[in-house]
């Protein structure tokens, strides 16, 4: 029986399968509601739709029976506000954000990440919140992320085994909740299973340079660079997924604009 309620978000959009395997993970102990973006909003950060109306549309067709779920033509950010001032009858008792279609490590990325921010907003409501987010190998990431988060037989073992930590995570932030303004960041393996170990970490310091290449005159289009090791730390987010376990990076937003 379902003890306490979820309300998941993402930003590669409601019909992901990453984000459905996160919802059947959190079944048993969770009801679970859904606002997601329609459409992918990767790499939107903290963006907040001004200057557009926003649409609600009810989803309730891609999710198992007794989830209510919403698509929304806006940012995650949006999604998580909307949800929790208008479309949640009682706020939840947890935010949570993913799974995301590959990491978000780093300093950028995470200023970047439309999943982080989503639940950054859960957060900002002083609801404890989690961001989950999968490594994925080189060699099969455009294939995942043009299939929606579909896998063959062999990642989706890995997936699976990230969606039940993070239920288990979930359930042990409810219980133990961090301190406000805390969003817990947290990253899988791409060789993630029952046995996979947990480390706390820091973000990692990498300097990303240039992300465009200039496709013709005055024309530039996104190109994604690993970017540059600015310094070394072994219990960096980088680090610890190349070891092979889960990082789990608090991010303390709670001293912002707090007076001195």
């Known amino acids: ?12 959009g409601i019909d992901s399968f990453f984000l459905r395997h996160l919802v059947e993970a959190l079944l048993p102990h969770f009801t679970v509601s859904v606002a997601a973006p329609k459409t992918e909003q990767s790499w939107i950060g903290r963006a907040i739709s001004r200057h557009s109306d926003i649409h609600v549309e009810e989803n309730m067709d891609i999710f198992p029976k007794g989830v209510k779920a919403w698509s929304l033509t806006g940012t995650p950010s949006d999604c998580v506000n909307i949800a929790l001032g208008h479309l949640l009858s009682s706020p939840p008792d947890i935010v949570l954000s993913g799974i995301n279609l590959g990491y978000n490590t780093t300093e950028i990325l995470i200023l970047s990440s439309g999943t982080i921010a989503g639940a950054i ?3 900002l409501w002083g609801i404890p919140s989690i961001a989950f987010s999968q490594a994925i190998p080189n060699a099969l990431y455009s294939e995942i992320s043009e299939n929606k988060g579909q896998t063959d037989e062999g990642f989706n073992s890995v997936i699976q085994a990230s969606a039940k930590k993070a239920a288990q995570l979930a359930l042990e932030t409810i219980q133990q909740p961090p301190n406000k303004g805390t969003v817990l960041n947290v990253n899988f393996p791409d060789t993630m299973n029952a046995e996979t170990g947990i480390e706390r970490t820091q973000p990692a310091k990498i300097h990303l340079g240039s992300l465009y290449k200039e496709v013709k005159k005055d024309c530039f289009r996104f190109q994604y660079s690993e970017g540059k090791r600015l310094c070394a730390n072994s219990q960096s987010d980088r680090d610890v997924l190349s070891r092979g376990n889960v990082s789990v990076s608090e991010l303390n937003f709670s001293q912002i604009g707090r007076p001195q």
């Open 1 to 12: 029986m379902a003890t306490y309620r979820a309300l998941v978000t993402n930003d590669d």
């Open 121 to 123: 907003e859960g957060t």
